[in-house]
Structures are given as C-alpha cells and as structure tokens.
C-alpha cells in the first residue's frame, strides 16, 4: 500500500483533534473546534513512509535475510535456507519521490 494505513496504528493522528491520546479530555466545543482547525492545516499529502526494508550485519539491504544451512537427515546432505530474524536493522523513514494521497484523508478531493 502506498504510504501504509494511518488508521490502524497508534500515536499521532493527523486529522483529529486530538493528539494521539496523550491529551487529557476536552469538552465538546473545544474539540470540534480543534477538528475544523486541524482539518484546515491538514494536508492530503503523504511526502514520507516507514520502509520494510532493513540492514543486515554486512551493511546488505533487503526485504528478508536467509542463510544456507547444511542437514544431514538418513546419511544425506541437504542445503536447506534458514531466515534471518535477529541482527537486522529498519532502514527507517524515507522520503517518497512523488507525494501520495492519505488513504485516511476525511474530504472529497474529486466527485464524478
């Protein structure tokens, strides 16, 4: 999915008005205040991701990581690949080239 789901994570959401959770309670007018204003400041761009990319311990960059193993099962070698879970690193945020739509954005952009 182009710039991943918004709406099953935890933490900051863009177009609410509330900051994640983190805030104590408002009371009704406050709140929906506080959504017309961030609906306003809120962009329909997502210009950044998370990448499911990670490093391995060589510096190498890929989605999974395997290792080949040798087993001797009833005096017979066999080559089998192993995944790689531990020692990998996310490659982290990254920029997007072309700015993406928030699948999560609450307005109409285009009505046919």
């Not at 070698?77 to 954005?105: E, S, V, W, Y």
Request: glycine content about 12%.
């Amino acid at each position: 999915m182009m710039g991943g789901s918004g709406s099953k994570g935890k933490g900051y959401w863009p177009f609410s008005g509330s900051g994640g959770g983190d805030e104590p309670a408002k009371d009704g007018q406050e709140q929906s205040l506080a959504r017309v204003r961030s609906i306003r400041n809120a962009t329909p761009f997502v210009f950044t991701r998370r990448s499911s990319l990670y490093f391995d311990e060589d510096g190498d960059l890929a989605h999974e990581f395997y290792e080949e193993t040798v087993v001797t099962k009833n005096g017979r070698k066999k080559a089998k690949l192993k995944r790689i879970h531990k020692n990998l690193i996310p490659q982290g945020i990254i920029k997007l080239d072309h700015p993406c739509i928030h699948a999560d954005f609450p307005v109409v952009i285009c009505e046919v």
